[in-house]
């Protein structure tokens, strides 16, 4: 499902003399439907780096990332966006939405963007969102407002709420309570169960040893490391 | 030459000539406004200057012309422009509607129907129907030129939104052979449905410097909604000197006690009236 | 599937000084495209050759018109391009006076459109802008009341009723949030971002605020001195940008 080739990335800060910064180079591992792959490796290692890449969120310089038949280090937007609406979910570590909107919305909105009714998506959201514990009380409130776990939370819900055949997590047990730490590694393995490739950067080793299939050191893939 | 050192009609026969080029395409182009070389007219603005240009470049020796104001031969207006033209063009003049030739008018059309040898020739102050909508005049010219009349409708959804009916009472926008929207000048709205005439009818506005006609027999529909159709309403009064009941009527206060009463506009028409029933 | 527009090597100059030059992009149904850059880089001068407000030196500019498919809308006849503007297109301004008729109540505001293209039933056009008002969050009860009575927030959304009566395709936007107060902002992009999925509309967005186009665009178009400069995903050119410039802008902008 997720096939990563010899990829390579380097930042090049225009602002600071131009200087070039290699952060990744001839990475490549594959991720089969059903498969958790861990990545690993010290902080700074380029983890995150490479779950954005495999995301479309930074462009990489070399090297190429196949999902569900998608190039994504040369398809067009529009390719992406579809991939990302309909193939390729993305729970990060931020929740980022518009203000003003209500918690229920933001948890239904990747299930309205692919024009399921309005009526079953919002179902969803609410049977997602009391999974994880969310006060009803607050459903209608938006989650800008919400403490750190329930942001964290309400992320998931919506990281969740479509069943994407792959999906990218971003250290999805963070400030998670054991309660809703349990909750969440239930939802990977469901969505694992369901056939979906997971790549998932855990420091819960825990949580790492019970939903990871296999584990990719990314300090491999560092330049010069080699 | 009419016996006083005038021009006949008072205008040098090339000014005539540029007017008559105008009132040529105005006919041509019904609704359309033309713009002309409007002259200064020993007379202010407002008084019907363009009116009077193009009446003078309409006469000719054997016409007999008959101006009203508001209805009425005996108004000030209407006095001053008839002599003007007793004594620069000589014609004979009347009062009689039936007899006329040619008849300048402000504010209103006459009852009696017109007929094929008549020319009606109104006093526009502003022939722009869109003016006060969109105060760019290249803007509306260009609304003209690709029949974007949707703002027009928007006035008179205004007048329902704040009135409960179309509240426009003169000057009632209308749409010429199916094309151009045009402001019939400020007539009451109950003289709309005589704009479809057997007459040639000429507008002419002096400070706008513009000319549009209606040619005899052109369709000329007042707009409104298909909810709210148009609906050339009248004071609810007979004519208390001739007991009209279809004509238009002006209301008189009569004393300082606040009595009045309604007679016809058409001066002409009510006394007419008058004269058959004696 | 059909490009819903597509721009060809659009260039603008002023004299011998350059508006936009050279610029080609493709925009697909149901997607928004935010154009950022700083106040000269030529973002205002391209939305309003786009729009058919100022006629461009060179270039095209492709619909898929309803009717005919793909169109050059520059190559239109006047009366087509106006026809264009009130029905399949839609343009909200800045400024909400730019945009509304400021001595014409909010339902004849929203009804004019409907109007323009031929409504002749009272009732109708005034359930229709009823039904608007309420879509964009206004009271029925101002349905009477003049915009110049309503605050910045509320003229702005009589801006997007009175824009999206008719069902248009393509909407083009400048700075639609600009000189509203944050909660205010907030607001109109979930109001705009709701309309846009509801409607399937497409968008072109010009604005140089990037925490706007990071909620609002699908994909952003960074323009510097008339040139587009960089394009992508919009999440991808702001966390990940490629040109010197953009990386400049970027990093200059107060984490949103």
Redesign the interface.
């Known amino acids: 499902m997720i096939h990563v080739e010899n990829l390579a990335k380097s930042?090049?800060?225009?602002?600071q003399g131009?200087a070039v910064i290699p952060v990744i180079a001839g990475a490549g591992f594959t991720v089969a439907p059903g498969e958790c792959v861990a990545l690993t490796g010290e902080s700074g290692a380029g983890k995150s780096t490479v779950l954005?890449i495999l995301y479309?969120?930074?462009?990489a310089q070399g090297g190429s990332v196949r999902i569900g038949g998608v190039d994504i280090t040369r398809a067009e937007?529009?390719e992406?966006?579809r991939l990302r609406r309909e193939t390729l979910g993305y729970v990060s570590q931020f929740l980022?939405?518009?203000?003003?909107?209500p918690t229920l919305e933001v948890v239904a909105e990747p299930l309205?963007?692919l024009g399921r009714p309005e009526a079953e998506a919002l179902d969803r959201a609410r049977e997602l969102l009391a999974r994880l514990r969310i006060p009803e009380r607050l459903w209608s409130l938006s989650p800008t407002t919400f403490s750190g776990g329930e942001q964290q939370r309400v992320n998931i819900a919506r990281g969740f709420a479509h069943a994407y055949p792959a999906l990218l997590l971003d250290e999805p047990t963070a400030s998670l309570d054991a309660v809703n730490r349990e909750t969440v590694l239930e939802l990977i393995e469901e969505a694992k169960a369901g056939g979906a490739a997971i790549v998932g950067i855990f420091h819960d080793l825990a949580a790492r040893a019970r939903v990871a299939d296999r584990e990719v050191d990314v300090s491999a893939f560092t330049p010069g490391a080699a | 030459m009419s016996g006083t050192d005038y021009n006949f009609a008072y205008l040098d026969e090339q000014t005539k000539r540029m007017i008559r080029r105008a009132i040529l395409k105005g006919v041509a182009v019904p609704g359309y406004q033309v713009p002309f070389a409007s002259r200064e007219m020993p007379m202010p603005y407002g008084w019907g200057t363009g009116g009077v240009q193009v009446t003078a470049a309409c006469l000719v020796p054997e016409d007999r012309l008959k101006v009203i104001d508001q209805g009425a031969d005996d108004t000030t207006n209407a006095v001053s422009i008839r002599k003007f033209f007793q004594k620069t063009a000589g014609v004979a003049v009347t009062e009689r509607t039936a007899e006329a030739t040619v008849i300048q008018t402000r504010h209103r059309i006459p009852e009696l129907p017109l007929t094929e040898d008549q020319i009606l020739v109104y006093q526009v102050p502003i022939p722009e129907p869109l003016r006060f909508l969109e105060p760019s005049e290249v803007e509306t010219r260009k609304m003209h030129a690709l029949e974007d009349y949707g703002l027009m409708h928007v006035k008179l959804y205004e007048d329902i939104a704040r009135h409960g009916e179309i509240a426009t009472a003169y000057a009632y926008p209308v749409k010429v052979e199916g094309r151009y929207v045009m402001d019939p000048s400020p007539i009451p709205k109950f003289d709309n449905p005589k704009l479809e005439s057997a007459a040639l009818q000429l507008f002419g506005a002096g400070r706008e410097q513009r000319i549009y006609a209606v040619p005899p027999y052109t369709r000329v529909v007042s707009l409104d909604f298909e909810d709210h159709p148009f609906d050339p309403s009248k004071a609810a009064h007979p004519c208390a000197l001739c007991g009209a009941e279809d004509s238009y009527l002006d209301e008189v206060i009569v004393d300082d006690a606040g009595g009045r009463m309604f007679v016809c506009s058409d001066t002409d028409y009510c006394a007419g009236r008058r004269e058959a029933a004696a | 599937m059909t490009p819903l527009l597509e721009v060809r090597g659009l260039t603008k100059a002023y004299g011998g000084r350059i508006g936009c030059a050279e610029v080609s992009f493709t925009l697909?149904p149901g997607?928004v495209l935010g154009i950022v850059g700083e106040s000269g880089s030529g973002k205002s001068t391209l939305l309003n050759c786009l729009a058919g407000h100022l006629a461009p030196d060179a270039g095209q500019v492709i619909f898929d018109t309803r009717g005919e498919g793909p169109r050059d809308v520059l190559a239109m006849t006047e009366p087509e391009r106006r026809m264009l503007g009130r029905t399949d297109w839609a343009f909200v301004h800045q400024n909400p006076r730019d945009g509304l008729r400021m001595r014409i109540s909010a339902g004849g505001n929203v009804g004019e459109r409907l109007m323009a293209v031929g409504a002749r039933h009272y009732g109708e056009i005034r359930a229709q802008a009823a039904d608007w008002l309420a879509r964009v969050e206004i009271a029925e009860g101002r349905i009477d009341d003049r915009p110049s009575a309503f605050s910045g927030g509320m003229q702005q959304r009589l801006q997007i009723a009175r824009n999206l009566v008719t069902g248009p395709r393509l909407v083009f936007m400048d700075e639609p949030t600009g000189g509203l107060d944050v909660?205010v902002q907030?607001?109109l992009?979930?109001l705009i971002?709701g309309l846009v999925?509801r409607m399937g509309l497409s968008a072109i967005v010009v604005t140089h605020d990037l925490a706007v186009v990071?909620?609002l665009a699908?994909?952003l178009m960074v323009m510097k001195d008339g040139r587009v400069i960089e394009?992508?995903?919009t999440?991808?050119v702001l966390?990940?940008p490629?040109?010197?410039y953009t990386?400049?802008l970027v990093?200059s902008v107060l984490q949103a």
């Open positions: 930042f090049t800060l225009h602002t131009s954005r479309g969120n930074y462009l937007p529009r992406i966006l980022r939405v518009v203000p003003r909107v309205l963007a | 697909w997607e909660s907030a607001r992009l979930d971002r999925r990071r909620l699908d994909r394009t992508g995903l999440d991808q966390d990940d490629q040109a010197p990386q400049l990093s």
